[in-house]
Every structure is written in structure tokens, then in C-alpha cells.
């Protein structure tokens, strides 16, 4: 064997395992480097991928050609759209997934991946040379050469699990922490902090009194994550809902002075979005009950997930509480929850591409730069291994824009604007996310990806026939004249108001009364441009449906996302020596200084800097 490569990849969490595959598919020779080849891509909290805008970022993934979305797919025991009663701005899908099975997918597609090798052992120390990477040393005194190095550590820098008051040093439960490595990175002037995250307790549900609890069905139509997936092949699964009581509460307070969250044992900052139990108890002490989800783990395991109740409350607290719910009055546990600290990187010492703006050619992503989610990690994995190919072979950064990608978004807000807590993706963070839909990520991406070689031509294909279906379709229904004498009784019986006068069919199809397949069945000639799509009609009908209906808002988000791109287009980097622009507010000289935006427009959404600031700047560079 030889031991020199274009890239390393330390860690095989989600960002991980997109960050290998991405590097090795554009060419680079790659090494994945992971303690344990049974526990690649491993779902540490929930087995679940998507949720709100986290479906959209793992749509995102699959459409640059990685592979999140056709893992889920393949893997799924539940899947269901969320917020369909809302605008498909909204709309994000969400899978339970077999946990077991997910690994082993994962771990079938990289190891039968070309020019990518994995290796089992733990990374101890980074190799610099003149301020570049150079390589890695492990535990078991293997040095590694490479062009370039990718972080994805997840959890296990310095991680210390937590449980009441006891406490043991761990990445996960029963697997260990990794030391010496952040003290590596840390060496070369890269700053390092602490943040903590939390999993609930595992269930045995043979204990569980399900007729106690209320069930939640999944879907079973065309929707997928991946563009390229076949329908699902696993057995469906329910997940099912109960709510904790004032008995569970007066219990869980009693155990707050043993919550390493509360007595000072945990001094590190955790989850605003996804808070633990007894947090909830503290937050919002007027609510005599709190929604929980009971979810499978796989399809053959009596394993089951209780979404809602994560805590690091001693063992005896957690089980006498749960208890107190009827569901769980025999209740019986596979493992108590816990809490876990971890070392994380100042984000903001990243480039757009991730790549270090102190160490040339080493990267970071995933929650080493602190993120938490699968999605969110695997929204960076995928940029970072492209971007590490590139260093290696040459070519332009490949970076997202905030009105290209919800992965863009979350890029930027962790390069400009940092983090003072662990940073979860919503669909409030980004401005245009009518341009951002989960519906049209292939349109968005696939192109771009694919002119850099990464997605393949098969996807291209794909990409191209759905969007040439989408135009027919359209184009169809605004030429369409439609007469009131043909189509009112159908209004009528569709709840909507009659035509006075003929209208173009787009006219009719704005309606929110009217679908495209209802108001096909009395109109002939549509019906007949519909009856032609035999592949994906169902997604390619709801893709056109969707611009037909929201054009005008579309229409208007893509302005405003233009006139934003005029400062995008305004760089600044390396113009000023901000120390010296007496005429900004120290406050702004001082942030200009750390971050040292690339663009204007990047400058405009750093924290403290005010509208006056950047008119300053824009005065300066007249000069």
C-alpha cells in the first residue's frame, strides 16, 4: 500500500462520507479514515433525514450528484411532506429510515466507489508545512500524505458524554473520544470552542402500550429525496404521539439539581432549536404538557427512538418520569439519553469553499465547524470535496449563492456571520426560498454539478427531460384559449366561481380551487399533453403546477435576488486596510478586519455593520 494521496477525509458521519465520494467521483485518489468501518454514516440521534429545510439541503445534496438522498430512499420505513398546508416554499420532506440498513448502503456505495480507499484507525495530529497541510499521523503511527485534508470529525474531538453526574469521555455512546487532534489544529493559530448536543432515550417497544399512544401514518406517493430513485421497497412504518404530564414534570424537576445542565457540570453552549427536557421544563413552566414522538429504528428491530424527550438527567429520573405516561407505565429501555461535549471551530475562519483561510488546503465540515444535523453536514461534506478536488487539480471555487441553495445560505451564515450556538438550517434563514423549493433543487443544481463533472450524465438527462416537460406544459397553458361555455359547469362542481368572459388557461389553472389533473379531465386537448408523460408525471405535473401558480412571486423574489447580486458583484477583499478607516465605527473595523468579506454584499450581512458602514465602503472604493 501506498500512503500519499490528493485528499484525506477524517471522519465517516454524513459530511464525511459526501466529502470522500465527491473528491474520488471528480477524480481525486481519496482516503476516508474512520474508527469503525460498521458505523460509516451513522444516524447518532434520530434516524431520520429532512425535516423542515433540511429536506430541501438533502434534496440539494442528491441534485450535485451525492448520495444522501438515494440512501434515504433505499432505506426509508416512513416518509411524509411536511407543511403541505402551506405554500411549496414549505413543503420538506422528511424519512425514518432503518438505521442498520443506512450504514450498510452507505458503506456498499463507497466501497465500490473508484479512486477512494478506506481506512479504520483514528487521526492524531495534522501535518502543516509553510502554513499548508501536508498530511495526517493516526494513532496506530501511520502517516498519511495528501494535497489536501478534510475535517469531519462530528462529536468526537475531546467529546465527554454526560449523565447525571457521571461522566465518561466518548464521541458516541460505547464508542471513543479523539484526542490531540484539536491541540494539532489548534497549534496553527486556529481558534477552538466547546458545544454540546443531546439524544433521548432508546425504547423497547415490545414494553410500549401503543393503544395508549396516537399513530402517524406516512405517505406513499411518488415523492422521494433522491431524482433518481425507484419507489420505496421497505415496509412502511407508523410513528406515534404522546404528551408528558404534571407527574413527569414534578419528577424530572426533582432530579434538576443532578442535571449536568443546571449544576455548573456542563459549561458549554447547546441547541436553541432541539432543546433537552428539563430545558423545556425551565423555558416554558407554564406548559402541563409536551408533545413526544415515538419512532422505529429499522424495519425488524423492536428499537424505538422518543423524539422529545432528550435528556442527560440521571438513569433512575428518566425512566421513574416516563413511566408516569400510560404508554410507558412497563416501560423497559435499551439505553438511557445523554449529553455530549465536543470541540467545535470558529467558522468564520473559513472560506466560502471551507477550505481554512489560516491552512492552505485543509478543510472543515460538518459539526466540527458548528453545525448540527445530518443534512447540514452533508450540505458542507459535498462542498468541501469538490472544493478539495479543485485545489487539487485546478479550477474555479465552487460556492453556492444565498439565492441558489439553502447549502449556499448555511455556508454563509457560518463564514460571515459565525456561531454562538450549535446551527440548524430553517426556511426563515434564507431570503428567497420561493426560489429554493424542494421541488425544483434538480433545476437549480444538477447543471452546475454537472459542468464540473460531478453529476453524471444519466442525471443530466434526467434533469433536462423533466425541464423540457415542465415548459411544454406550461407553455401550453398560457397559449390555451379556454371558452366559459366549455369549462363553467366543470367550475361549478370544482367549488369555484364561473367565467364571465373567455380566459387563457394559466387564468383558470391560478386558481387555488383548481389542479392541474382536476381541470385536465374536462378540457381534452390537456388532458392529452398530460396522458404523454410516462415518466415521473406525478413530479413533473406538481413542478409545473407549482411555477404556474407562483410565477408572479417567483418572478419578483428574482428580482430582488438580482439587485442583491450587484453588490455580490463588488469585491473588496484585500482593498482596504480597515484599521485605518477612521471614518467606520470601531465596532465595524474590528468585524471587517476579522471576517474579511469577499464581496460587499457579504460585508452588508456581518453582524454590526451597519447600512452607513457599507456606504462608507462604497464611497471608498469611488476613491
Excluded at 458583484?569 to 482593498?575: D, E, F, Q
Aim: glycine residues 8%; proline residues 4%.
Amino acid at each position: 500500500m501506498e500512503f500519499n494521496y490528493d485528499v484525506i477525509v477524517i471522519g465517516a458521519g454524513h459530511a464525511g462520507c459526501e466529502a470522500a465520494s465527491a473528491a474520488a467521483n471528480l477524480g481525486a485518489k481519496t482516503c476516508l479514515i474512520t474508527m469503525d468501518m460498521n458505523k460509516i454514516a451513522q444516524m447518532s440521534c434520530n434516524p431520520a433525514i429532512g425535516g423542515i429545510a433540511k429536506g430541501q439541503i438533502a434534496r440539494e445534496v442528491d441534485a450535485l450528484g451525492g448520495y444522501m438522498g438515494i440512501v434515504t430512499d433505499r432505506t426509508a420505513i416512513q416518509f411524509r411532506m411536511l407543511n403541505r398546508s402551506k405554500g411549496p416554499a414549505m413543503w420538506s420532506p422528511r424519512a425514518q429510515c432503518d438505521r442498520g440498513k443506512y450504514i450498510w448502503t452507505w458503506r456498499e456505495i463507497l466501497e465500490n466507489t473508484p479512486h477512494l480507499t478506506i481506512w479504520q484507525d483514528t487521526a492524531e495530529e495534522l501535518l502543516t508545512e509553510n502554513g499548508e497541510a501536508t498530511g495526517i499521523t493516526t494513532l496506530w503511527g501511520v502517516t498519511f500524505k495528501a494535497k489536501c485534508v478534510i475535517l469531519t470529525a462530528g462529536t468526537f474531538l475531546n467529546g465527554l458524554m454526560h449523565i447525571g453526574r457521571k461522566k465518561v469521555p466518548g464521541g458516541r455512546t460505547a464508542e471513543p473520544a479523539s484526542y490531540r487532534l484539536t491541540e494539532s489544529i489548534a497549534k496553527n493559530g486556529i481558534s477552538a470552542g466547546r458545544m454540546k448536543t443531546g439524544t433521548p432515550v432508546r425504547i423497547d417497544g415490545r414494553s410500549v402500550h401503543f393503544e395508549e399512544m396516537e399513530p402517524q401514518s406516512g405517505e406513499n406517493d411518488f415523492h422521494r429525496f433522491s431524482f433518481l430513485s425507484e419507489p420505496r421497497k421497505l415496509k412502511q412504518l407508523d410513528c406515534w404521539t404522546c404528551f408528558t404530564n404534571k407527574e413527569v414534570h414534578d419528577i424530572l424537576r426533582k432530579g434538576l439539581p443532578d442535571s449536568p445542565l443546571y449544576n455548573g457540570q456542563i459549561k458549554s453552549i447547546g441547541p436553541r432549536y432541539c432543546p433537552s427536557i428539563e430545558t423545556k421544563l425551565f423555558t416554558f413552566p407554564d406548559k402541563a404538557q409536551h408533545q413526544l414522538f415515538l419512532e422505529p429504528e429499522g424495519e425488524t428491530t423492536h428499537e424505538m427512538y422518543l423524539n422529545g424527550f432528550s435528556s442527560s438527567l440521571p438513569i433512575d429520573i428518566q425512566i421513574h418520569a416516563l413511566k408516569k405516561i400510560p404508554a410507558f407505565k412497563d416501560l423497559v429501555v435499551f439505553r438511557p439519553g445523554y449529553a455530549i461535549e465536543y470541540d467545535f471551530f470558529d467558522p468564520t475562519q473559513l472560506q466560502h469553499t471551507l477550505e481554512s483561510k489560516i491552512v492552505r488546503n485543509l478543510f472543515l465540515a460538518g459539526q466540527v465547524n458548528g453545525t448540527t444535523g445530518y443534512e447540514e453536514a452533508a450540505g458542507q461534506g459535498i462542498i468541501a470535496g469538490i472544493n478539495a478536488a479543485v485545489n487539487c487539480f485546478g479550477g474555479k471555487p465552487f460556492v453556492l449563492g444565498r439565492d441558489e441553495a439553502y447549502i449556499g445560505v448555511l455556508i454563509d451564515d457560518l463564514v460571515t456571520k459565525g456561531v454562538d450556538e450549535p446551527y440548524r438550517m430553517f426556511t426563515s434563514r434564507a431570503e428567497y426560498r420561493i426560489l429554493l423549493r424542494q421541488d425544483d433543487a434538480d433545476m437549480r443544481l444538477t447543471e452546475r454539478s454537472y459542468r464540473i463533472g460531478l453529476a453524471k450524465q444519466d442525471r443530466y438527462e434526467r434533469m433536462h427531460s423533466k425541464k423540457e416537460a415542465i415548459k411544454s406544459i406550461v407553455e401550453f397553458a398560457e397559449s390555451y384559449p379556454i371558452k366559459a361555455s366549455w369549462v363553467n359547469d366543470a367550475l361549478e362542481k370544482l367549488g369555484t366561481s364561473p367565467l364571465l368572459r373567455g380566459c387563457k388557461l394559466i387564468d383558470l389553472i391560478n386558481r387555488p380551487q383548481i389542479t392541474l389533473t382536476r381541470i385536465a379531465e374536462y378540457i381534452p386537448a390537456f388532458n392529452e399533453v398530460l396522458d404523454q408523460l410516462t415518466d415521473r408525471k406525478e413530479e413533473i405535473i406538481e413542478a409545473a403546477e407549482v411555477q404556474m401558480k407562483y410565477q408572479g412571486y417567483i418572478h419578483r423574489e428574482r428580482i430582488i435576488a438580482d439587485k442583491i447580486h450587484r453588490l455580490e458583484s463588488i469585491r473588496i477583499k484585500g482593498k482596504f486596510d480597515y484599521d485605518r478607516l477612521n471614518s467606520l465605527t470601531i465596532e465595524a473595523r474590528q468585524k471587517l478586519k476579522k471576517i474579511d468579506p469577499v464581496t460587499l454584499a457579504q460585508a452588508s450581512r456581518i453582524p454590526g455593520i451597519s447600512p452607513s458602514d457599507i456606504n462608507v465602503l462604497l464611497v471608498l472604493l469611488g476613491r
